[in-house]
C-alpha cells in the first residue's frame, strides 16, 4: 500500500515569521478579530440608545453633537461623565447592556479556536483588548469556552474611558501580563489599533478581518497576514 502523501509546509512570509517568532505574549482584538460585534451591534445604535435616554430626561443646555451622539459614544459619555454625572451613570449603564447583548449574538470568528491553541501549544500569554465593556467581553469567552486560553482582559471599565483608548488597552494588557509592552504582538484588523499598538510601544500585525483593507493595514513596520488560520500557521511554525 502506497504511503499517504506529506502534507506540504505552510508558507510563511519572512516578515510575518519575524514579527511571530519573538512574541511570547499575543493581544487579540476582540471586535473584528475575535467577534464581530459591530455588526451585531449596528452602526451607531449606542449612540442612538444615549440620545433618546437623554430627550426623556429633560432639557439641559448641552453642546448638540453631545446630545445627538455625532462625536461617538464615548465622546458623549466622557462629556457626561464632566458635566452631568447622573446622567453618565444611567448611559454607561445602557450602553454596556447593549454592548453585552450584542457580544453574546455575534460568533467566534473563523479559526480562532486554532489561533488560540495554537498560542496554547506554544505557550504564548493571550490578553484580549477592546472599548466595549469588561463585563461583555468576559462574559462573551466564558460563553464559548475561550477563558482557559486567555490570561487577560483590557477593556472599558464603568466610566474609565480614558483606559478604553487603544493605546492604553495594550500598555493595560502588558501590565497585567507583566511584561513591557515592546514584549507583546499586537494583532487587529482595524488601522487605528494597530497604530496605537505601535506607539505604545508593542509590535502590530495586521489581520484581513473585515475591518480595513490589507492596504489600509500594512505598513513598514506592520506586516499583514490574510486571516487567522495563517496566523495559527506561523505560530505553529515559529
Given at each position: ?21 519573538g512574541a511570547h ?197 506592520i506586516p499583514v ?14
Amino acid at each position: 500500500m502506497a504511503e499517504p502523501a506529506e502534507l506540504p509546509t505552510p508558507r510563511v512570509r519572512a516578515h510575518v515569521a519575524k514579527a511571530v517568532a519573538g512574541a511570547h505574549y499575543v493581544l487579540l482584538d476582540f471586535d473584528g478579530l475575535m467577534f464581530d460585534v459591530a455588526a451585531a451591534l449596528g452602526a451607531d445604535r449606542r449612540e442612538q440608545a444615549v440620545a433618546e435616554l437623554l430627550r426623556g430626561r429633560g432639557h439641559r443646555p448641552r453642546p448638540v453633537p453631545i446630545t445627538f451622539g455625532w462625536y461617538g459614544v464615548h465622546q458623549t459619555l466622557a462629556y457626561l461623565a464632566t458635566h452631568e454625572p447622573d446622567h453618565a451613570v444611567e448611559a454607561e449603564v445602557l450602553v454596556s447592556r447593549l454592548e453585552l447583548d450584542a457580544a453574546l449574538t455575534a460568533q467566534p470568528a473563523t479559526n480562532l479556536g486554532e489561533v488560540l491553541t495554537a498560542c496554547a501549544n506554544t505557550r504564548r500569554a493571550v490578553a484580549v483588548i477592546s472599548d466595549f465593556s469588561e463585563e461583555a467581553v468576559l462574559a462573551t469567552l466564558k460563553a464559548h469556552g475561550l477563558e482557559p486560553y486567555v490570561n487577560a482582559v483590557a477593556a472599558r471599565q464603568g466610566l474609565d474611558l480614558e483606559a478604553a483608548e487603544a493605546g492604553r488597552t495594550v500598555e493595560r494588557a502588558a501590565e497585567l501580563l507583566g511584561v513591557p509592552t515592546t514584549a507583546c504582538l499586537a494583532v487587529s484588523g482595524a488601522w487605528v489599533r494597530l497604530r496605537a499598538a505601535r506607539s505604545a510601544g508593542a509590535t502590530g500585525l495586521g489581520c484581513v478581518s473585515g475591518r480595513d483593507s490589507r492596504k489600509h493595514l500594512a505598513g513598514p513596520d506592520i506586516p499583514v497576514v490574510s486571516n487567522l488560520r495563517v496566523l495559527s500557521e506561523a505560530m505553529l511554525l515559529h
